[in-house]
């Protein structure tokens, strides 16, 4: 039985919550045992009070503490805690094991999704990228990440980061990307939700073909006749900075 | 009883092709009675070669021909029918109907999908924008394009375009941001495939929340040290421009 307990209360806390409590109610080789939150109410939609505490000096033993807190927080949360030698591991896709305060075992359990409040994800398809000071603290994350999902990868420092920034990429600036065409459509009294269809297509086709197959446009083509029509239609000139240096690098790279 | 007939053998055509047969499997009101293409056999999987003509004086009558041919040949196609006063509509979502030769009655049937040969859509998800000349020609191309959609909009030359541009943000320069993410888990060693359900959910939360409500990310949270971080990570210049004017016009606008 390995037991878990999550330091945090924020959207990844909460969505590691709900798939750690549905994890063990069909299995038995894992338990969560208890969530630290500073205010014990942000949690009582999830689990039973007697099983959270707002007091670092309350936390009971487990076999593996996961500090889901945000970035800024991470080194002193880990400070915090005053135990020794046991399994201490952050959520951060920015920073590396060492942040973590030098008194327990460090590793990182990243989870690299996107995470709203109140939006459920499934979590079986969320990919865990791991990491640890040694083999055997190794194994117990391991096990534990594939209680929750399907796919679980070792990753190292340096691979995080460069998944990190490849997720801002493809998450942060796409989703601005959609507030940019979103901005185009309401100034020209054309529904967003037109688009919708188009952005769903847009990432289906990407399962299945690499993006330089998978790449289409007046920049691909080389259509410079369209280019030129559409660069003279963006009237913002943030957006249509934008809409050339993007068009250039497809030209150029794409 | 609508007599439809389609010009042109790419992308477009051939799923519009595949749509119509289909939909008139189980329907009385409409049927696709010929299509136009230079080379009969390109067609030859998706229909019998007797309802395939590669001469433009072999176009048997029709309620509605529908030239869906690349933008720069739409001009030249219309003016080799040499039929006059039927309803002719383009395929093009950055073109106005003017395009279309004088000698018919104009409109447009613009299907906001992006089209990959061999990729098979479901056509009743995608949207049509419609346009023509006048209403009774208007009654007519929304019957067709109801008989294969059920998201069908009057769109006027003027919406057509700022659609067409704010799908090029959101199809493909997101794809190229697709292929960008690509690029740096390949320079690290980590598979692209990790960031695919990302990818997936920053397109899915896109359907409920607006894209202000979605955007995450250091850029929104204005995380400055992670955004140092990350630009002295990119080792692409190109890349690191791109990471730079998106971080700003998303900490200005986002």
């Known amino acids: ?89 952050h959520t951060s896709g920015s920073f590396p094991l060492e942040l973590l305060d030098n008194n327990n075992r460090k590793g990182v359990f990243y989870p690299l999704q996107t995470f709203t409040k109140n939006t459920k994800v499934d979590f079986k398809n969320i990919p865990i990228c791991l990491e640890s000071e040694n083999a055997f603290d190794y194994h117990i994350i391991e096990k ?39 901005e185009i459509c309401q100034e020209n009294q054309v529904p967003f939700a037109i688009l919708k269809p188009l952005i769903q297509e847009t990432a289906n086709k990407i399962m299945e073909l690499t993006p330089e197959e998978a790449q289409t446009g007046p920049a691909k083509r080389n259509d410079l006749k369209t280019i030129q029509a559409q660069e003279e239609f ?6 249509l900075t934008i809409y050339k240096i993007l068009t250039q690098s497809i030209q150029y790279n794409g």
């Not at 796919?151 to 998450?171: D, E, G, P, T, W």
């Not at 963006?234 to 957006?239: P, Q, S």
């Open 144 to 182: 534990v990440a594939k209680t929750i999902s399907n796919k679980v990868f070792a990753i190292n420092s340096n691979q995080r980061k460069a998944l990190h920034v490849a997720a801002v990429f493809v998450n942060n600036f796409t989703n601005h990307l959609y507030q940019i065409g979103s």
């Open 1 to 89: 039985m390995i037991k878990v307990t999550i330091i945090g209360s924020g959207n990844v806390a909460q969505h590691l919550i709900t798939a750690f409590t549905e994890s063990q109610k069909s299995r038995m080789d894992l338990e969560l045992v208890q969530v630290y939150s500073r205010k014990r109410e942000t949690l009582a939609h999830l689990l039973s009070l007697d099983r959270i505490t707002n007091d670092y000096n309350n936390l009971v033993e487990a076999d593996l503490y996961i500090i889901a807190v945000s970035d800024d927080a991470i080194k002193e949360v880990s400070s915090n805690l005053n135990f020794k030698n046991r399994l201490v591991v």
């Open 234 to 239: 963006i009237t913002d000139d943030n957006n």
